[in-house]
């Protein structure tokens, strides 16, 4: 095992064995739960960070992989290991891990040991999944991660917590079985093609050409399935109901994993094994799954608006949020996908940091209600100007992480689906109308006479919020790093969804070249994309892609 | 050549194919001289109690399991008894299941309120019934083993003679069950017809039924159902399942665990026997039913028990789901794997069943109740019993990581492959919904407050026992390749089957 698989390895499962640990410590003393939780965290994140120093940008393939046998005549293996898109997400967790274990200090009040445990358990089963390179391995993290979470809501929550918990796991569970029907059925229909029983990932990424040509009610269903399980989690509308139920209900520590964490799962399902998988039966469902991503953008910014509840508000803003991320993934072309994983990134950071804003009065009032707040800028100026940061950063504001994802996914929706992109700008103008408005109700105005008493934001608070800022702020100055990290592995997955693709441009750009030799000197555009025409070793000729571009590939892979 | 006299003839078969039955005879033998010399004589003279009588049961259990792994491969006693690896496999089964509801009866957990020589002479003579009908090859041996262990049951089902709902479960299995063992034995008569009256064999009868004319075809096709039914019954699959809630419920907490699992479990190797040998060439007569019974028998079990309030009755109707889920490998066109994905899914249950089981007699035991409303609080009261319950429960509902998982992933695995894809679907979305019922306990357990009252520590022999279930069940997956090895093992010798048998005499 190489050394960086090794810490990719201890990353992953030291929070379990921390809270194994932390078992054999009696309940009574909460500070050695406190302080051990967040140090177990910030450990594991400090050996996280490596990795992202010695990730090699020029490969899509699976680095730090690692893969011993498990059950040989099943095909079943331990297999791990992570590409890009895995790495983001995962470092997003165990940056999110620290975050989430000191926030918990002052609202848990009691049974702290098992509500640690349930959160390092909770933690090494997120990580799995984002390293899981076999189907069967992803799948027992993916629903392993349900337990601790049901009683995280469940005892700690809120009133409705015993209804919030049940619900969540019930609606993961059922789509995740689904998808465990179709893991079979391409299984066998591998073993039926090549002989071979094998649970990897990318055998069953490879065996996209042969599903490619069975039936179409085939490939329907098994899109479908996949889809379901994914959806489920994202949440995209109408399967959302669960979200609004779980994140007001859970304690803000679990509010900020699920919006930070386990909803990135279900998008992840959608790169990982969705596209790449049935990429075809994707395309002819694509009419279907473009209108529930719009609905879910449209829809969750309008309910957010009319929210009295703070976390309801935040919780319906990300349906909507995860709704522009889904329409990203589903315009199917590189900057649609880059923009998706990168607004993944964006709202893994501004969401958790809103959820914790919340959290942060709801600690000192016991109320989540807008109106019972006004005026708290006057009593609390450093909340309020976080508030205000993690707002900004949630509506998309130039320089600051969310405008990049945006702009991204809306540029590679329009080439793909101008009219749909069209739509999805309306749900950013709503989102910044809910979100300002929430802002305005909540900072600004009369303050009452309880709200004067309020304290300001303290050391500890000051210091879990500190790294979503420098996150926020960085990634809205120079988001360069973080989607050269996707750059390939984005590349792989067009490339396997439509093989056509790069093909397709690089005509387009040849024409382009023609057509201005034609008309001497017609002005080329800025391309945006100049990084995939290097990449792309079949496009050399397109170092100035000429403004015939977008068109060229408006309809790629005949959606309808 | 002159036949042989019967008595001869029985001598012959006995010395010659003894060797095949050493676990049965071992079994019996003991059991008698438990009932009589042993308990009037050597009881009184040691100045034992009666209860101590659960240690020398589990040895001789022992013993048999280990004689049952070493008996040779092989067909004897005319072909009605055959020794191979789905009858040793489901031997073990068995035996395992016996052992641990000796061990569920112990006096220390409380369940049995008086403890007699006869509770575990019951106990080893159904036992033996079951390793008979592990092996049996043949209608009619088939159908004597099947009474041989039911009898011993209904008594043991109404242990609790003081108890009316004891007595009751006992009456209605007893009438029930007879009226089944009727159904099966007329329908095995009408295949017998059918097939010209000369064999009970399976192997032969399945040759023979593949060859039947067409006038027979309809004693057959009822013949078929009539067998099928009467199985269906011992093993409380739907619509042939109103038994064993109110049996489940009635009987003793040991026997419960045990009839969810050990009689089970060698009706399933009878359901292998009969659809995977004797019936194989006609099953496009039994697949449509089988197929609608498994199905129907997942929903109504996994729904049935979200409205139970009693643990017992949960358990029970979980149990009918979980049989539902074995039917999927007696579909199974490749009996063989079917039988292996049967197998491993019933030992893995009965790790979890098991477990679940001696949480709740120990709670029992306490005097703390069998409702789910009594489970409230323990994460507080009990941790260590609240923990291994969330295990087996999670594991019963088939989350992974737990064995439970494992077992429905190979099973689920194997009926996708022979195209049961529909049924698969139900299963799974049926497993949804036990989570539901089966959270409902968990929270009971940890999102309650307890109720009032001392809480009595737990005695180490209840926290070795329910412990080591409970690490089984969650490491149980990392020793999936061993596991698979076993699995392999469950294999049938149609090779073996002497030549001679094979060419009966036609008439």
């Known amino acids: ?560 | 050549m002159l036949a042989p006299s019967f008595a001869t003839g029985l001598w012959e078969n006995l010395s010659h194919d003894i060797h095949y039955i050493w676990p049965q005879i071992l079994l019996m033998v003991s059991g008698l001289l438990m009932l009589w010399p042993l308990d009037s004589w050597l009881l009184p003279w040691t100045k034992a109690e009666k209860h101590k009588w659960a240690i020398p049961t589990m040895a001789i259990l022992l013993l048999s399991l280990a004689i049952s792994v070493y008996t040779p491969n092989g067909l004897g006693f005319s072909a009605m008894y055959k020794v191979d690896g789905l009858t040793k496999g489901f031997q073990v089964l068995c035996i395992l299941a016996s052992i641990f509801a000796v061990m569920l009866s112990q006096k220390v957990l409380g369940a049995l309120f008086e403890h007699t020589a006869e509770y575990y002479a019951l106990i080893l003579f159904a036992t033996s019934g079951m390793l008979f009908m592990c092996g049996a090859v043949d209608l009619v041996t088939i159908y004597f083993s099947i009474e041989l262990m039911a009898l011993c049951i209904y008594i043991l089902v109404a242990y609790l003679r003081n108890q009316e709902r004891g007595i009751e479960a006992g009456m209605k299995y007893f009438l029930l069950g007879a009226f089944s063992s009727g159904i099966l034995l007329y329908g095995i008569s009408l295949l017998f017809a059918a097939t010209g009256g000369i064999t009970t064999n399976l192997t032969e009868l399945n040759q023979k039924l593949a060859v039947v004319s067409q006038d027979k075809s309809l004693l057959v096709y009822s013949g078929a159902l009539m067998v099928l039914v009467g199985l269906c019954f011992k093993v409380a699959a739907v619509p042939f399942h109103m038994w064993s809630p109110d049996v489940y419920d009635g009987a003793p907490t040991p026997i419960t665990a045990w009839l969810a699992t050990a009689p089970k479990a060698a009706s399933l190797a009878v359901f292998l026997r009969i659809f995977g040998t004797g019936f194989h060439s006609i099953s496009y007569e039994w697949e449509a039913p089988l197929m609608l019974i498994a199905g129907a028998t997942m929903i109504l079990g996994n729904v049935a028990a979200i409205k139970q309030q009693s643990m017992k009755r949960l358990l029970a109707y979980s149990s009918i789901a979980h049989v539902g889920y074995m039917l999927l490998g007696v579909l199974s066109k490749d009996a063989q794997a079917g039988a292996q994905a049967i197998w491993l899914y019933m030992l893995l249950y009965l790790f979890m069943n098991t477990g679940a089981f001696a949480v709740v007699i120990y709670l029992q035991g306490k005097n703390e109740g069998e409702r789910i409303e009594d489970f409230s609080g323990m994460g507080k009261r009990h941790p260590v019993l609240a923990f291994s319950m969330l295990v087996f429960l999670l594991s019963l509902a088939g989350i992974p990581p737990f064995i439970g998982f494992f077992g429905k992933f190979y099973l689920f695995l194997l009926a996708v492959e022979q195209g049961y894809t529909t049924l698969v679907v139900i299963a799974l979305l049926t497993s949804a919904v036990s989570a539901f019922y089966y959270l409902e306990v968990v929270k009971q357990m940890y999102f309650k407050e307890p109720a009032e009252g001392e809480v009595a520590p737990m005695d180490s022999y209840s926290k070795f026992l329910i412990s080591t279930t409970c690490a089984v069940v969650i490491i149980g997956t990392a020793f999936g390749p061993q596991l698979l090895k076993w699995t392999d093992d469950i294999r049938w010798f149609e090779k073996e089957t002497p030549a001679a048998v094979m060419e009966f005499p036609n008439k």
Request: aromatic share 12%; with cysteine; net charge neutral.
């Open chain 1, 1 to 560: 095992m190489s050394g960086t698989a090794q810490l990719m390895l201890l990353a992953t499962f030291l929070p379990l064995l921390g809270g194994l640990a932390l078992l054999f410590v009696p309940n009574e003393k909460r500070e050695v739960f406190q302080k051990g939780s967040v140090a177990i965290m910030v450990v594991s994140f400090l050996l996280s960070v490596p990795l992202w120093f010695q990730y090699d940008r020029g490969s899509a393939a699976v680095q730090f992989a690692y893969s011993v046998s498990w059950m040989p005549s099943l095909g079943v293996k331990f297999s791990v290991g992570m590409d890009g898109i895995s790495l983001l997400l995962w470092l997003l967790t165990t940056f999110t891990g620290p975050i989430a274990a000191l926030c918990s200090w002052g609202n848990i009040e009691e049974r702290w040991k098992e509500y640690y445990v349930w959160m390092l358990v909770l933690q090494t089963s997120l990580l799995g999944v984002f390293i899981a390179q076999d189907m069967l391995l992803f799948y027992i993290f993916w629903e392993v991660m349900l337990v601790p979470m049901y009683f995280l809501i469940g005892i700690w929550g809120g009133p409705q917590k015993l209804y919030a918990a049940i619900k969540l796991f019930l609606y993961t569970l059922s789509g995740s079985v689904l998808m465990m029907v179709a893991i079979f059925a391409i299984y066998f229909l591998q073993h039926k093609t090549n002989n071979t029983y094998d649970f990897s990932i990318e055998s069953f990424q490879a065996m996209a050409p042969v599903i490619a040509q069975q039936t179409k009610a085939f490939q329907v269903l098994l899109a479908m399935a996949f889809f379901l399980a994914f959806a489920i989690k994202v949440p995209m509308f109408p399967f959302h109901t669960w979200l609004p139920d779980a994140h007001v209900q859970a304690p803000t520590a679990g509010s900020v994993i699920l919006a930070g964490i386990m909803l990135k799962m279900g998008t992840y399902g959608f790169v990982r094994f969705l596209l790449p998988i049935v990429p075809d039966g994707t395309k002819m469902l694509m009419p279907w799954f473009l209108a529930l991503a719009i609905i879910g953008v449209i829809y969750g910014a309008l309910v957010a608006m009319v929210q009295k509840d703070m976390k309801k508000l935040v919780a319906y803003s990300s349906v909507s949020h995860l709704g522009l991320c889904m329409l990203g993934i589903f315009a199917l072309n590189p900057w649609g996908l880059k923009g998706a994983m990168f607004q993944m990134l964006n709202h893994g950071i501004s969401t958790p940091g809103l959820f914790l804003a919340v959290g942060i009065v709801y600690e000192r009032r016991h109320t989540r209600m807008i109106a019972d707040y006004g005026g708290l800028s006057k009593t609390m100026p450093i909340y309020a100007t976080i508030f205000m940061l993690m707002t900004m950063s949630s509506i998309g504001l130039p320089l600051l992480n969310g405008f990049i994802g945006e702009a991204t996914i809306l540029m590679g929706a329009f080439q793909t689906w101008p009219w749909v992109a069209v739509l999805a700008t309306s749900g950013i103008i709503l989102g910044a109308a809910y979100m300002l408005w929430m802002f305005q109700r909540v900072m600004f105005g009369p303050i009452s006479e309880v709200n004067t008493k309020m304290a300001d934001l303290n050391m500890r608070e000051i210091a879990y919020f500190t790294p979503l800022l420098i996150m926020a702020v960085w990634i809205g100055l120079y988001p360069k790093p973080f989607m050269d990290i996707m750059d390939k592995p984005v590349q792989k997955l067009v490339l396997q969804v439509q093989p056509d693709f790069y093909k397709a441009e690089a005509l387009a750009a040849k024409q382009a070249e023609a057509a201005k030799a034609g008309m001497h000197g017609m002005e080329a555009g800025e391309a945006p994309e100049a990084k995939e025409h290097e990449a792309s070793p079949a496009q050399h000729t397109a170092a100035e892609p000429g403004t015939a571009t977008p068109a060229a590939h408006a309809t790629p892979g005949g959606g309808h």
